[in-house]
């Protein structure tokens, strides 16, 4: 049963790390991250990622605090997926991502240098991280 791909992005204030999947959710690839320069940037570049990777949906981490809260981190991508719902006219769902960056900058540190090459940045590892466990979950 295919899926479709979907682009997972780890929205951050500097960067927001994008990881995808094949179009079974059986894959999921690390892809470069993007510099957060501001949303009419951001929104061009994730249009052409996008295009060259044939996404069919978008799913965005939602930063919940540990006990199921949210904060200002949570209204910051709130806003964002606003955005990207108008501009980008795609499905999208948000995630919880709790730990996920944490996770990532602990198996990052633990790479080596040719494997961490692969993720590209400690953002896309989080997306990544975020992908395999929407995947696991649907």
């Known amino acids: 049963?295919?899926?479709?791909?979907?682009?997972?992005?780890?929205?951050?204030?500097?960067?927001?790390?994008?990881?995808?999947?094949?179009t079974m959710g059986v894959t999921v690839q690390p892809l470069p991250s993007l510099p957060n320069r501001g949303r009419r940037d951001l929104v061009e570049r994730l249009r052409e990622a996008i295009r060259e990777q044939n996404v069919e949906r978008l799913l965005v981490g939602i930063p919940l605090n540990m006990d199921g809260s949210s904060g200002e981190a949570v209204r910051r991508v709130d806003r964002f997926i606003a955005t990207l719902r108008t501009e980008l006219g795609l499905p999208l769902e948000g995630f919880d991502e709790r730990l996920s960056t944490t996770e990532a900058l602990e198996i990052w540190r633990e790479m080596k240098p040719r494997q961490q090459k692969r993720y590209r940045t400690v953002d896309s590892l989080a997306a990544a991280l975020i992908l395999e466990r929407y995947l696991e979950e649907s």
């Open 1 to 22: 049963m295919e899926r479709g791909r979907i682009l997972a992005l780890d929205y951050g204030t500097k960067n927001v790390g994008l990881a995808c999947c094949d």
